[in-house]
């Protein structure tokens, strides 16, 4: 059974990874990398839950921040039967932080999972003394609200631990699993970001307008949301890293960042999160 979990990162992920399994009953610890940072987590975390209460989804904040303890120390760590990455998508940040999660967490079974979107597991794996008991568990933003979760075992990963993190997002955090080779992308990415680069190219070649790319794609294919405005909440950076990372592996042109989006990332204009994207935050 896995009751202990621990969450390192409580950026906008690591801080949606616990307060689901918070809700889910779990006790919950979420590491931070400084006291700023443990404030801003805990605010984050918070905020959420306050909102998930006004819409009934939950019946009281303070009984389910009962259950989470946002820290500035990895040694708390120890006693978790469960552990999820969910820092900067920075290789070297990654495998030092497995490297010591590894030598803090205490039981054999424990299994250390990474949320990352496009570091090969394998990279993580290697790093420990346990490569069987580690494994990608991709969670989807907002976690509270998407359902899906995509697990990536490397090569090394017992196939027991797959089943384990299978049982446990499905059973106790109700999520719905598939499963994904160690490839960059995984199912979802490698299929997204392809689509939301072929709208920028069209927009870019001034084939359409971003208003007539979405709303094609919302009244013709019956998507929630058009490819540009998808990507300005995913963020362009976001966007731009995991082109990068898919072109890194496969080397295929679908998967090269077109120029508008580097010229957009340069200028800083990564969507919603910045104000500005393919549209300004009041929706122009
Ligand atoms: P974020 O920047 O919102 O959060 C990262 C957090 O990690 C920050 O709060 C930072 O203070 C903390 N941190 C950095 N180094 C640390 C360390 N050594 N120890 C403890 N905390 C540390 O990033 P976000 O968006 O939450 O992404 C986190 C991971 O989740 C990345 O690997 C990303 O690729 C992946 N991911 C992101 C998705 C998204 O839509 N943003 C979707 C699915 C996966």
């Known amino acids: 059974m896995i009751e202990k979990?621990?969450?390192?990162?409580?950026?906008?992920?690591?801080?949606?990874?616990?307060?689901?399994?918070?809700?889910?009953?779990?006790?919950?610890?979420?590491?931070?990398?400084?006291?700023?940072?443990?404030e801003a987590a805990r605010q984050?975390?918070?905020?959420?839950?306050?909102?998930?209460?006004?819409?009934?989804?939950?019946?009281?904040?303070?009984?389910?921040?009962?259950?989470?303890?946002?820290v500035n120390d990895l040694t708390a760590l120890a006693d978790r039967d469960l552990v999820v990455e969910a820092?900067?998508?920075?290789?070297r940040a990654k495998t030092e932080l497995f490297r010591r999660l590894d030598e803090i967490v205490n039981s054999p079974d424990a299994i250390l999972a990474s949320n990352t979107s496009s570091i090969p597991i394998m990279k993580l794996a290697v790093v420990t003394q346990r490569?069987?008991?580690?494994?990608?568990?991709?969670?989807?933003?907002?976690?509270?609200?998407?359902?899906?979760?995509?697990?990536?075992?490397?090569?090394?990963?017992?196939?027991?631990?797959?089943?384990?993190?299978?049982?446990?997002v499905q059973d106790d955090l109700g999520k719905t699993a598939i499963d994904c080779q160690d490839r960059a992308g995984f199912v979802v990415n490698a299929l997204l970001i392809p689509f939301i680069l072929s709208a920028i190219r069209m927009l870019e070649s001034g084939f359409a307008?971003?208003?007539?790319?979405?709303?094609?794609?919302?009244?013709?294919a019956a998507?929630?949301?058009?490819?540009?405005?998808?990507?300005?909440?995913?963020?362009?950076?976001?966007?731009?890293?995991i082109a990068d990372s898919l072109y890194d592996e496969f080397k295929e042109p679908l998967y090269t960042a077109p120029p508008l989006l580097n010229r957009m990332v340069d200028a800083g204009l990564l969507g919603r999160k910045t104000g500005r994207g393919f549209y300004t935050s009041n929706g122009k």
């Open 87 to 91: 820092i900067v998508e920075e290789e």
């Open 131 to 168: 490569p069987t008991h580690v494994l990608g568990v991709h969670f989807f933003n907002p976690v509270p609200v998407l359902k899906l979760v995509e697990l990536v075992p490397s090569l090394m990963t017992d196939p027991a631990t797959t089943e384990r993190a299978r049982a446990f």
């Open 223 to 241: 998507h929630p949301q058009g490819p540009l405005a998808l990507a300005d909440l995913i963020g362009l950076d976001t966007v731009k890293a």
């Open 5 to 38: 979990v621990g969450v390192v990162g409580g950026g906008l992920m690591g801080s949606g990874i616990a307060e689901v399994n918070a809700r889910a009953g779990k006790d919950v610890i979420v590491v931070e990398s400084s006291t700023d940072a443990v």
């Open 44 to 70: 984050r975390l918070e905020g959420s839950l306050k909102r998930a209460e006004s819409r009934g989804k939950i019946k009281s904040v303070d009984a389910v921040l009962a259950r989470i303890r946002v």
């Open 209 to 220: 307008t971003a208003e007539d790319i979405d709303h094609g794609l919302v009244l013709g």
